[in-house]
Each structure stands twice: as C-alpha cells, then as structure tokens.
C-alpha cells in the first residue's frame, strides 16, 4: 500500500510539472509599451539650444506671412527642425549664432539652452519645464528680416520623459511622476528626477541638454535603463 501510494504521489508530482511548463511555455512574453517582447526601446536625444516661436515673431524675424520650412522630422512625428535658425544675443552683448527653430508654431515663443550656452551669454537661466515661461529671463532675437526682444521664455529645459499610455502603464507611472535615468559608459550616472509626459500620440523619448549628455558621456553609453523614481 505504502509503495503504490509513493508512486501515485510521484505521478500526480509529475503530471502537475509537465502541465505548469506547457502552460509557462504557452504564455506571452511580457511586451513594452511598444507591442515588442521585453521592456520598451528607450530613445534618448540630445535638445542642443534651440527655440519656438509664435507665428508673430516668426513675421517680425522672417517677413510677414513666412512659413517655417521643415528640414529634418523629429523623433516625435508632430515636430520638425527647421531649416530658418535665428541669433539670440544675451545682456553682456555676446550673441550665439544659427540656433535652430522648432516646429510648427506655439502659442508662445521660448528659448532652450544648456547652462554654459547662459552663462556665455550672461543670462541667470532656470530649469523649467517647457511651456512654464513666467518670471523667466528674455533675451534679443536677430532674424535676416527683422529683430525683436524677448521680455521672457529663456529657459533651461527641464529634463524629461515623453511617452505613450502603454509605456506609461509598463512602467507604473503616470503624468508628472518622475523617473530615473541609469546611464552605462565610461562616466556612469543616474540622472534623476525626469519628468513623465504622457500623451496618446507621443513615442518613447528621453530628453536631456547637452551639458548633461556630456557629463555622463552618452554618446558611447552601453545602455540606458528608465526606473520609476
């Protein structure tokens, strides 16, 4: 009886195995929130100084009625660079040259540049986040048809995250949560605090300026790795 009962137990052990692993083997693999096997595709990109501008400063820069001619789409497919650049010129009268325009049009005109672009132009720059222009430094813009000044929007872009419900749901964060960034290279860094963006539209992206992409070494990272802060 002891013996037969032994090895009934040893089947019923055995048949409960061979069914756990069929099962396991039959599952889906955990997807990103870009529908692949594993964890998403993480894009960082480098936001070199650049600016925005409204359809009326663009008038006053370019001519009345100009158009912004896209040069090059965007990792995110709403945007574009384009291919008119303006000066901006700081209050210790130095100017940095060709700093590209972003498009389209916003409702609101904005510069973004790294600290040591500032500290050139001898501009006390915050970090904020885009869009956030109140109680913000101007500056003086130079087009090839006209100039203006700017009584605000220089900023310092606050680094950040944009990105999709399905990844924002892979990640377990939501709309102005906060992550961090673990950088592999031969500076390794975990830059924290990005701000999580969410849109419907919005692809994976991480945006850092270029002092930061610098002090880390990104351009010869090994890997990326996003953690919900």
Known sequence: MSA??????????L???????SMSSQAPAPTGGNGQAGPPKVVVNISARHCHLTQEDVDVLFGKGHQLTPM???YQ???FAAEETVAVVG?????????RIL???????QVELAFTDAISLGIDVP???????EDTPGCLLIGPKGSLVMPKGVIRAERH????????????VKHLDRMNMKVESSCPSTLEGLLVRTHPDWKLEVHIDTDEANACDLSRASNVTLTKA
């Open 15 to 21: 048949v409960r195995s061979i069914i756990l692993k």
């Open 161 to 172: 995250v944009h990105m999709g419900p399905k990844d924002a749901e892979y990640y377990g």
């Open 77 to 79: 497919d709403t945007d």
């Open 127 to 133: 970090v904020r986040l885009s869009g956030d222009i």
């Open 4 to 13: 037969t009962a032994t090895t009934r137990d040893q089947i019923e052990s």
């Open 91 to 99: 209050p210790r009268q130095r100017m940095i040259p060709g700093v």
């Open 103 to 109: 498009g389209p049009c916003r409702k609101f005109s």
């Open 72 to 74: 090059k789409r965007l």
